[in-house]
């Protein structure tokens, strides 16, 4: 009999503290999600604190260090599952079925225009391309109703993503049809005009912004009325059990791979420390939804090494 109760006990005690748990991560992501996301003179780079203004210097740094080396990056971070979430990605999009149903109506010839920011190598792109039948409508004469745009704010990895596709599809494709181009600039204040785009689309980048909020808000502004974010991004493991292994595995195996593969440890440590410093993922869905953002959600992959977040434009300002 007290063998029962203190088992029972016990079992009170472990949902009580699971409860609390639950109900403090519910709180801090709340209360998190109402700050603005840059507070002060500082932010963060990294587990550092830095100027602001200075944020944005040391992460061109960064990429300029990996741009010849990104894809290997990237199978570093993910183990190669990158691959599997940016095909996931797609086909949340589906670029697939809109522009295939676009292309078919001849009556309309009906555009899609797609921006893929923070994308400078090409790898989301490269997808949609393909997808929406890009290439071989390059064949053909005249510019393509469906276009993809990559826009970076690093010219290194512009320039690895336009040889690439030069190497891949040949030049009619940015030259003639001019189904894919590549655009420097800051996603905080996008050089394009607003209403302009059906499709935004980041991979791997909204961590890196100075600003995620100005971000977002500038992601809306570009956006059309009606048109649809969706966000890739590493996040936040809520499996204790799996989370620390992942930890172990981010902390210890990446930045010393990093350091033999590509020389450079501290870039690939700065990428994983970027992680864990960035919005859980129902402070990132709060903060597009402060932003502007309807029907607002997220997918968990892979037990939460990464999320989808997608939002859409209001079809009107209400």
């Known amino acids: 009999m007290i063998g029962r109760t203190k088992t029972h006990l016990c079992n009170e005690i472990r949902r009580a503290l699971q409860a609390f748990r639950i109900q403090s991560y519910a709180i801090s992501s709340s209360s998190a999600s109402n700050n ?26 960064v990429f300029k260090n990996v741009a010849e080396s990104y894809d290997v990056m990237n199978d570093l971070m993910s183990g190669g599952l990158h691959r599997y979430w940016k095909d996931e990605l797609l086909a949340m999009t589906g670029v697939g079925p809109i522009t295939s149903a676009l292309r078919s109506n001849t009556v309309t010839r009906g555009e899609f225009a797609i921006l893929d920011v923070a994308g400078g190598t090409g790898d ?109 991004e590493f996040s936040h493991v809520p499996n204790p059990v799996f989370s620390a292994i992942y930890d172990s595995y981010s902390f210890n195996v990446i930045p010393a791979v990093g350091e033999i593969v590509a020389n450079d440890r ?53």
């Open 36 to 61: 603005d996301y840059v507070q002060g003179q500082t932010t963060h780079f990294g587990f550092e604190n830095v100027p602001v203004e200075e944020k944005e210097k040391k992460v061109r740094t």
């Open 124 to 232: 989301v792109a490269f997808r949609f391309l393909e997808a929406a039948g890009c290439p071989e409508r390059a064949k053909s004469s005249g510019n393509d109703p469906i276009c993809v745009t990559i826009c970076d704010i690093n010219p290194d990895m512009l320039r690895v993503g336009e040889r690439r596709a030069r190497e891949r599809y040949g030049n009619a494709i940015i030259d003639d049809s001019k189904a894919l181009s590549f655009k420097e600039g800051n996603a905080q204040y996008l050089p394009f005009e607003e209403n302009t785009f059906d499709l935004y689309t980041i991979a791997f980048g909204l961590r890196n912004v100075t600003d995620v909020d100005m971000a977002l808000r500038d992601a809306l502004r570009v956006l059309k009325p009606g048109g649809r974010f969706l966000c890739l």
């Open 266 to 318: 501290q870039s690939y440590q700065y990428l994983v420390e970027s992680i864990r410093k960035f919005c859980h993922q129902d402070e990132l869905k709060a903060r597009l939804e402060r932003a502007g953002f309807s029907d607002c959600n997220y997918t968990n992959m892979t037990g939460g090494i990464v999320a989808v977040h997608e939002g859409w434009k209001p079809l009107q300002d209400s």
